[in-house]
């Protein structure tokens, strides 16, 4: 079987060398090695060095050279309609914190449909808008790899007092309470200066994990 062993770039390649396209949801889109099959019927073995994100309108070259496009594939989506960028920041803020793949399109944000997170985002103001529509969300702050999501479990207010023993080797332990300052993620007023620190920083960090359409999204990446 042909293998197909490196990613090429959107319009980096000739259109006259594309000979196949490959249809691919955003899970089936960070893969390693693959067995996949063309529109047209070309079947070959996706064969990476190591997972990439596949998107949409790059290319899969093939041994021989030649190329097999691939076209991201619609999927149910929550479109998410902001009034203004400030309002944009505030409902990103709180998607980052439950670490979701988010597609984000000037004032408006892509999410895969969720109707805990859309309740929440309608909390906050914003309208939610079902759509079918392909799906290319923000890679991580390290690199353009899968975002995996964190579900909307129990949560960990680092706002209140935690009352902690530490033992000292002079011989007793004594508890003394530490109450962290609250921070005002809201007061955020540029577009561009999201933050999201991810431990103790005074935010609400969610830890079960659940499943989107079949396909676990916790910490398991698909690897091949």
């Known amino acids: 079987m042909i293998r197909a062993t490196q990613v090429l770039t959107p319009r980096s390649f000739a259109e006259t060398a594309v000979i196949d396209r ?13 067995v996949l099959e063309g529109v047209d019927g070309l079947t070959f073995l996706l064969d990476l060095a190591e997972a990439v994100p596949l998107v949409s309108d790059c290319g899969l070259q093939l041994e021989d050279s030649r190329v097999v ?31 979701l793949p988010t597609q984000i399109m000037g004032k408006r944000l892509r999410i895969r ?17 079902p759509i079918e529509a392909p ?7 390290y690199g353009h790899g899968t975002v995996t999501g964190h579900d909307h479990g129990h949560s960990h207010d680092h706002g209140h007092s935690h009352d902690h023993g530490h033992s000292h ?3 007793h332990s004594h508890g003394h309470a530490h109450t962290a300052a609250p921070r005002d993620v809201l007061a955020v007023k540029t577009a561009g200066h999201t933050h999201d620190d991810s431990c ?13 359409h079949g396909h676990a999204h916790g910490h398991d990446h698909k690897h091949g």
């Open 22 to 34: 490959v249809v691919l949801d955003y899970d089936d889109r960070h893969r390693r090695r693959l």
């Open 69 to 99: 496009l691939v076209v991201a594939a619609a999927e149910p989506l929550a479109e998410i309609r902001t009034t203004d960028p400030n309002h944009m920041v505030r409902v990103a803020w709180h998607l980052g914190n439950r670490h």
């Open 113 to 129: 449909r969720d109707h805990v997170i859309e309740d929440m985002v309608r909390g906050l103001g914003a309208k939610v808008v």
């Open 135 to 141: 799906f290319d969300p923000e890679g991580g702050a």
């Open 169 to 171: 080797d002079h011989g």
């Open 200 to 212: 103790g920083c005074g935010h609400d960090h969610s830890h079960d994990h659940h499943d989107h």
